[in-house]
């Protein structure tokens, strides 16, 4: 009985290491380092191009986390779908978004203090592990809001610079 004892406790840290290795591994995306693990709130928003409005369901990341794991580690982004990214005060036209991790090739739109779409860019898929050799993309013009779709939906759609963006929660 006392050798079944031992036998336990021994296997318990071993469990424990096993559990830790595969929440690390759950974390991981094939470039190395880890992703934190977040939850965004969804939302309608519509961009209103002239007279016509188009309907682009958004997960929501306000929060430093959010803003730091974006659509990184995800191998593909539904058709009508996008992340919008929210900031508390406005964001210098040097503050820039880039794609280390990211792997799906996206639009990225830049969304000023009155909701107007100031700058559309695409953003290419950076294959690097290294996230300083990855190019970063700037809105030319301070922003409280940018939104990621994929790559060529706003053409597709018509979506223009000076377009105006508004959210349904």
Request: glycine share 8%.
């Amino acid at each position: 009985m006392g050798r079944s004892t031992e036998v336990k406790e021994a296997v318990v840290p071993l469990w424990a290491l096993l559990l830790s290795l595969a929440l690390a591994a759950a974390c991981a995306t094939p470039g190395g380092g880890g992703v934190l693990t977040v939850t965004f709130d969804t939302a309608t928003a519509w961009l209103h191009q002239g007279s016509d409005s188009t309907r682009l369901i958004v997960e929501i990341a306000a929060s430093n986390d959010q803003h730091e794991v974006g659509l990184a580690g995800r191998t593909t982004l539904a058709p009508e779908s996008g992340m919008l990214f929210e900031f508390d005060r406005p964001r210098s036209a040097d503050d820039g978004f880039w794609m280390w991790r990211t792997q799906v090739p996206l639009d990225i739109a830049f969304v000023d203090e009155a909701g107007v779409i100031h700058n559309i860019q695409e953003m290419a898929v950076c294959e690097s592990d290294d996230q300083d050799a990855c190019p970063g993309y700037f809105a030319e013009a301070s922003y409280v809001a940018a939104i990621e779709t994929n790559r060529g939906w706003f053409a597709r759609k018509g979506i223009q610079v000076g377009a105006r963006v508004t959210v349904d929660r």
